[in-house]
C-alpha cells in the first residue's frame, strides 16, 4: 500500500487508537488525538490560505505543536520546513527566503528576534504565533494566533501523491550557505519502513528523540515510531545526564544519538534500571569513537547497537547489524532495506574488495535534489551507475563524495570526505558560511575556517584568519561579535592569527595544510 507522509500517523490511529502516540513532558497523547490535532493543523494552514506544495516553516522547540504543524502541513498539501530551533535571526531568514516560506509557526520571543529579518522574507504572508495574539511585524506579514485558527472548518486538502514534496531539511554543503534538500512522501515513508524494519520497532517501543527534527536522522524517531504504532517521548536536553535521567524515568526502549552525546554519555554512570528496558541504540552522523562503543557495550550488555552512515540527500544508506558490532566496529555496515550502496571509481565500474571508491546510493530513499539550485543538484545527483543502456528515462543516484572501500564479504569502511565539511557535534557545517559571518564583523582582513580532531566533537572549528592592517588580532573581541551571529556548534573553539594564509597551487586558501598544521591543537581532551 503506498502512503503518504502524514498517512503513517492516521493509519496507525485506525488501528490503535488508544495507544500513546507522543509524549512530551507530563502531557501524553493517543494516536486519536494527535490525528485530530494534524487534521486541525491542516485545516488552519488552508484557512491561511496555503496553497498547494506551498512552504510553511516551523520554527519551535520539540513540543506538540512542532509535531502538529509538520504533518498538518503535510496533510494539507504543503511542504513543511522544520527550522533547527537553535539557529540565528540570519541563518533562519536565509532559510525562509531561499524556498519562499509562505506561513512561518513560532512563539511570541523567537518572532521579536527575527522581525528585522522577515522584512527581507517578501513570500512570507503569515506569521501564526504559538504563544500570543499580536506582534509588530513588516507590513507584508499577517500575524495571528495558532490556538484561534485550531477551530477552522476543514477545507478540502490540495491533492498530492507519492512522489509530490513533503518537506524540505535544510544541510549545509562544503561552499556557501545551507542548502535544501527536497524530500518526496516516498523518500520519507520508504525511509521510515526500512529503518523500522531493521530495528525491529514495535508497538510497545518508547522511542527516545534528542535530535532535531530538522536532522532526517531526528526526524526519523518520529516518522518510525508511527511506522509501529509506538510512543515518540520528546526531550530538548540541556546536560547529557539529562538524557540519562529521562531514559530511567520514561522507561525508553530505543535512543538515537551523535557521536559527540554517546562520548558525554559514556562517561556517566547510567541507571542500572535502564539495562531492563533499554532494546536498543544507534549511531549516525559520524564515527562512534572505538573507546566510547566499548565502554557503552560494557554499560548496556544486552542492549542491541546499530552502528549507521546516512546522507540527507537518501535518509539513511548502511546499517551495521548488531550482531557484526563486535566482529567489525569500525565498518559502517551494509545497504539498508530497499536501497542499493555502489563502490565506484571515477569512471563508475564497480571497485574490487579492499580498492577505495565513492560510496553510490540508488533506490527510492533518492531524494528529489536541492531546492532552487540545479548546479549544486548536478554536482551531486548523477546517473546511477551501471544501468541498462535500453532504459530510455534515466536513473539518478546520489553520489556522496565520501570514500570507502569493502571487504571481501561486502561490509564497508568509510574512509574519508572529499569536501571540506565540518562534522562537528553531529553538525555539517560548511566553512563558507561561517567565513562570511566572520568577514561581517569587519574585524579581519582574511579568514579561513577549518576543523580539526577533537575527541568530544568529533572535530572542533578552528579559525585562522589575518587583522587588519594596523592592528592586532582580538580573540574575545572577534568572539563577542560572532556569539550573536552565530549558534553554538558554529562558533570557533580556537582562533589563530597569521601574518598571511597558505595557498595551494590554484591560489585558494589551503585549509587542509591549516587543519594539518593543527591537528594536535586539542590532544589531551577529556573524553
Known sequence: MTELLHELLLNASARTPDATALEHGDRQYSYAQLAGLVRQAAAALLECGLGRQERVAVFLPKQLETVQVMLGAAAAGGVFVPVNSVLKPEQVAHILADCNVRILVTSRARAEELAPALAQCHDLHSLLLTDADTLAMPAHIAVRSWQSLLGATAGAAHRVVDVDVAAILYTSGSTGKPKGVVLSHRNMVTGARSVASYLENRASDRILAVLPFSFDYGFSQLSTAFVAGACCVLMDYLLPRDV??????????????????????AALPWPASVR?????????????????LATLRGTLPDTNVYLMYGLTEAFRSTYLPPDQVDLRPDSIGKAIPNAEILVVREDGSRCAPGEPGELVHRGSLVSLGYWNDKQK??????????????????ELAVWSGDTVRTDEEGYIYFIGRRDEMIKTSGYRVSPTEIEEIVYATGLVAEAAAFGVP??????AVVLAAVAKSGTTGDDQALLDVLKVRLPTFMLPAHVTWRESLPRNPNGKIDRKRLSVELAGLFEGVAT
Open 377 to 394: 543538484t548536478a554536482e551531486r545527483f548523477r546517473p546511477a551507475p551501471g544501468q541498462d543502456p535500453g532504459l530510455v528515462l534515466t
Open 276 to 292: 531492563t528496558h533499554l532494546r536498543y541504540i544507534t549511531n549516525s552522523g559520524g564515527a562512534m569513537p572505538g573507546a566510547t
Open 454 to 459: 577533537h575527541a568530544i566533537l568529533g572535530h
Open 244 to 265: 540519562l535521567r529521562a531514559l530511567e524515568r520514561k522507561a525508553i526502549t530505543g535512543l538515537a544519538a551523535v557521536p559527540p552525546l554517546w562520548v558525554q554519555l
